[in-house]
């Protein structure tokens, strides 16, 4: 009882701050571009470059999207997918992997920390502006429930754990490891008034100060897997690389407008060199091991200039064509934010 009340409370706080919706800071063609690509019918949102599965990140990214396209219909359906699909554990976050060629469709029952923080994101976003108590309810159940179980405690400071099964200190003996690229800094604001018992904005400056200490003279970028059981270095067992994961950490610094310039100035540098390519590094030796071309990442480069120097997109990477799923949400992701808060950057 004492739980609900609280929830209620929450949602009631959250409905009180709505006014109407803002102006929809991604195109609609756009958006219908993107779900024609890579959302189905019944509002599964498809990786088109990982066997056509589905995960939570991608539906906690479709319902973003829809809502930042001001498209409650897609909003609706992809929210439905995701309800009935993947939040079916007994701890209130979703199960992480849907495999439409598998039976049973989940084929891997643990969470995903991203996916579950942008899908609690999406649902107090779309709850608050348009006024809709059941979605805010539910982000502040599912925010709750992320507060409680992935959120822990680690030297003096609150870390998140990737998932609530394999990175802990009672799974790994270099454990906990984490995700730097999960901390989706524009989201705990949000989090913090669906879900006040957590400390959110501890968890994001905790976030930002290990982000800083992975890094070094010698390594200008941060592993995708990190352990934090004493001085961060690269975790056991997975590979010492900036990887597909990793190349979000600027994305989502900007936007959640965390006044780090140098450090986002230091990654971009470090990632996409001469600003053609964003570049996957293995960190053991410094060498590339691939080069992005696609414009979805291409862009984000171009973002960190004209979040951090005003500097014009340039008119190609302004126009939205979907490519992979990956890509895609990108480079949308980074059009919205400069439709949002640099819109001289269009012009």
């Known amino acids: 009882m004492r739980r609900l009340k609280a929830l209620l409370s929450c949602a009631l706080a959250m409905l009180s701050l709505a006014g109407p919706a803002a102006a929809a800071s991604i195109d609609a063609a756009d958006w219908q571009a993107y779900a024609d690509a890579f959302v189905e ?44 699909e993947l939040l079916l554990r007994d701890d209130g976050l979703a199960m992480w992997r849907w495999d439409p060629a598998s039976t049973p469709r989940v084929t891997d029952p643990n969470n995903a920390s991203d996916g579950d923080i942008l899908i609690a994101y999406a649902l107090g976003l779309a709850g608050r502006a348009w006024q809709r108590a059941d979605l805010t309810n539910a982000g502040a159940a599912l925010a709750t429930s992320i507060g409680n179980t ?3 405690g680690h030297g003096g400071a609150p870390i998140l754990l990737p998932g609530l ?3 802990g200190r009672d799974a790994r003996d270099d454990g906990p490891v984490v995700n730097l690229s999960y901390w989706i800094f524009e989201a705990f604001p949000v989090l913090r008034q669906l879900a006040p018992g957590t400390d959110w904005e501890a968890l994001s400056q905790n976030g930002i100060a290990l982000t800083k200490r992975s890094l070094g003279p010698d390594r200008p970028l941060p592993p995708e897997w990190l352990s934090v059981q004493t001085v961060p270095r690269p975790a056991k067992g997975f590979k010492d690389e900036f990887g597909y994961n990793a190349i979000r950490i600027p994305l989502y610094l900007i936007r959640g407008e965390v006044a780090e310039p140098e ?6 540098s470090a990632m996409a060199p001469d600003g053609t390519a964003v570049n996957l590094v293995d960190l053991t030796n410094g060498h590339v091991t691939e080069r992005l071309t696609d414009p979805g990442y291409r862009i984000l480069p171009a973002l960190a200039a004209c979040a951090l120097d005003g500097t014009a997109i340039p008119a190609e990477l302004r126009r939205f064509q979907p490519t992979l799923y990956y890509p895609s949400t990108l480079h949308l992701l980074s059009l919205a934010y400069v439709a949002e808060r640099h819109p001289e950057c269009l012009s």
């Open 165 to 167: 099964e394999g990175y």
């Open 263 to 268: 450090l986002i100035r230091g990654l971009i």
């Open 150 to 152: 992935v959120v822990v």
């Open 41 to 84: 019918a019944n509002g599964r949102v498809v990786d088109t470059a990982n066997g056509r599965i589905s995960h939570s990140e991608g539906q906690g990214y479709g319902m973003l999207l829809a809502f930042l396209a001001d498209n409650r219909g897609d909003f609706e359906r992809i929210w439905s997918f995701t309800r009935t």
